[in-house]
């Protein structure tokens, strides 16, 4: 999925870039969808600061079900994620972020990025089940994954094990679990 940056025209990865809404129209100068660079720009100009932006090449590494997971590097020193964040950019994939911690070498950042995205790699929440209806069952009882809009459906759907499951999908594969009590809790410590 591509979009047009409104500022420098680029053909960019939805995720590499940003959407500056409606209410940050004064502050930001500009509505619509921004690439990372131009993003960048209009926050680092709008706080005084320098503009520290950095594409990285990117990295394939492997996830638990031998999957080729091909991770894009983005680092900026200010937005909505300062640091370093990386993700798949066909379809619904995995994504990771870091926020740089003070004096952090850029090299210790990295670092701890790809930890983080190995512990994410190496994680099977879903395994093959060829004759339950959606073809997956879960393999203990936790499911851990990412909320996300489906530009299709215009609905919610969720990424699990790096890949995404339908909200219908993902209602089917739960009833294995029927009339069990359950705990729905969000990690908001997951882009630090
Ligand atoms: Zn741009």
């Known amino acids: ?47 005084g600061e320098e503009l520290h932006y950095l594409e990285i090449a990117p990295i394939a590494m492997h996830n638990a079900q031998g999957r080729r997971c ?12 300062p640091g370093l964040r990386a993700c798949e950019i066909e379809g619904y994939g995995y994504e990771a972020a870091v926020v740089e ?20 790699l190496a994680r099977s929440d879903l395994k093959d ?28 759907c969720v990424v699990v094990d790096g890949r995404k499951l339908d909200w219908m999908v993902l209602g089917d594969l739960l009833m294995s679990h029927e009339g069990f009590d359950f705990r729905l809790e969000f990690d908001l410590g997951s882009e630090d």
Request: charged share 20%; aromatic share 8%.
């Open 101 to 120: 911690r003070p004096g952090e070498s850029y090299s210790a950042l990295f670092e701890r990025l790809l930890e983080k995205l190995r512990a994410l």
């Open 129 to 156: 089940a060829p004759r339950t209806s959606t073809g997956l069952a879960m393999t203990g009882s936790e499911i851990h994954g990412r909320l996300e809009y489906d530009v299709d459906t215009h609905g919610p």
């Open 1 to 47: 999925m591509h979009n047009t940056c409104v500022v420098c025209g680029a053909h960019t990865p939805r995720l590499l870039g940003i959407f500056i809404t409606e209410e940050g129209k004064q502050q930001l100068g500009g509505l619509g969808f921004h690439c990372g660079r131009c993003a960048a720009k209009v926050m680092a100009d709008q706080r």
């Open 70 to 81: 091909v991770f894009h590097f983005q680092y900026m020193t200010t937005g909505p994620v």
